[in-house]
């Protein structure tokens, strides 16, 4: 009777015809299974276990990329360069969209006392049921004025005031509903017609590379030839180099992405810096609409890679980066500040921690020196009355050998 339980146990976990099909070896095993397993039921509750291999926390990609698109995403983007280059246009252009309707241009006499000053714009953007909140922070007046030595300033105060409020409101009580402000990518365009960077240029980036990830265009590339770009791209990374100076630097493949991902990210690591053309006229080009620059030569297809890296920009700031942008912005530049901002709080600490201590023991060393005084006073008595009975006894000493004299000479 026993045999025959075993042998329908596992039957069961083998399958219906596998109950109609069983051999004697089988049936060997059945009885050796039943032999060495002192409770039939864990087996077939391990086989049925098999079976059931899926717990569910493969869903948490899910429920994170649910959360995250009801949430929304948010995005900062700095320009910086100086007018007359494209900077508006190729905003326009990356975002399809028309940030600057009611923009008003600076005639020749405002340039001439022009500072820098800084412009935010936010636009909503929604695609495919993502939502992105875009701002875009614009420096009108960089590197338009006579004297250009300080239009650094306002660019890195505007960095470093988004980084202290995102610490005051990360150190507050209520960090539910905090809003990211802080700048994460860095536009800096050089004009086509330097051979290098300039010193205002250098100057610029030496300010601003440890705060935010600088991201060189060259603006409209296409009044160069392809080897003046060729050649101006290589002049730019050599004085980077030559100048220490850290730009956004891509992130090294995954070993498991697919072929066609590596082989799109050489191609966006080898086109850098970005030479791009910008434009938000579209033009009609053999039945196709494209954005573009109509010359009396021919027209300029931004959106062509042999024109242009505009293409590669884009992805590289929309599609394929945007998140690791935020990611080195939030790891390394923010934690830097935030480091900082936590050493000159401990700091300053130590030193009014230091101050009270030093006036306490300012107020105590009066108490102290009084007690001491006192202590020392009744030392002295104490010593006093001490050598006081000491020279009593030896007085009395004394009369006594003088007494023990006069007995022995009697």
């Known amino acids: 009777m026993e045999k025959s ?4 146990i596992f039957d069961i976990n083998i399958g ?3 109950k109609k099909d069983a051999s004697s070896e089988k049936e060997r095993k059945s009885d050796d299974t039943k032999k060495l397993t002192p409770f039939p039921n864990v087996l077939k509750f391990q086989r049925d276990r098999g079976e059931r291999d899926y717990i569910g926390f493969a869903t ?3 429920q994170v990329h649910r959360k995250s698109v009801k949430r929304g995403f948010d995005f900062t983007l700095m320009v910086v360069g100086e007018s007359g280059l494209g900077k508006s246009t190729l905003i ?4 399809l969209g028309d940030l600057y309707k009611n923009r008003k241009i600076p ?3 405002d340039r001439i006392e022009k500072t820098t000053t800084v412009e935010k714009k936010t636009m909503e953007i929604e695609e495919r049921g993502v939502k992105l909140r875009l701002t875009i922070v614009d420096t009108p007046g960089f590197g338009d004025a006579i004297n250009c030595e300080d239009s650094w300033r306002v660019c890195s105060a505007y960095i470093d005031e988004q980084f202290r409020q995102y610490f005051t409101d990360e150190s507050g009580l209520n960090r539910r509903h905090m809003q990211d402000n802080r700048v994460h990518c860095c536009l800096y365009f050089v004009p086509p017609w330097a051979h290098s960077l300039r010193h205002v240029d ?3 980036m030496k ?3 440890r705060k935010v990830n600088i991201v060189v265009v060259i603006a409209k590339a296409d009044t160069l030839t392809a080897a003046e770009v060729k050649r101006l791209k290589m002049r730019i990374l050599n004085d980077l180099e030559e100048h220490q100076i850290q730009v956004y630097q891509f992130p090294e493949c995954d070993s498991d992405e697919d072929e066609e991902f590596k082989q799109q990210d050489r191609e966006l690591k080898a086109a850098a810096p970005f030479a791009v053309v910008a434009s938000d006229v579209v033009l009609e080009v053999g039945g196709k609409r494209v954005r573009g620059r109509q010359y009396p030569w021919g027209i300029v297809d931004v959106e062509n890679p042999r024109h242009s890296d505009f293409t590669k920009l884009r992805t590289m700031l929309i599609s394929t980066h945007m998140q690791d942008l935020k990611d080195v912005t ?3 530049h923010y934690e830097n500040f935030r480091a900082q901002c936590i050493s000159q709080i401990s700091q300053h600490a130590m030193r009014e921690r230091g101050k009270l201590k030093r006036d306490s023991m300012g107020n105590n060393n009066e108490v102290v020196i009084t007690d001491t005084d006192r202590l020392l006073l009744q030392k002295d008595e104490e010593i006093r009355r001490m050598q006081d009975m000491l020279t009593q006894m030896q007085e009395k000493l004394k009369a006594s050998d003088k007494k023990h004299d006069s007995i022995i000479d009697v």
């Open 16 to 18: 219906d015809k596998g």
């Open 207 to 209: 300010r601003l590379h």
């Open 330 to 332: 939030q790891d390394v």
């Open 92 to 95: 326009n252009s990356l975002f």
């Open 202 to 204: 250098l100057e610029m």
């Open 5 to 8: 339980d075993a042998f329908a």
């Open 107 to 109: 005639d020749v006499q």
């Open 60 to 62: 948490l990609p899910e």
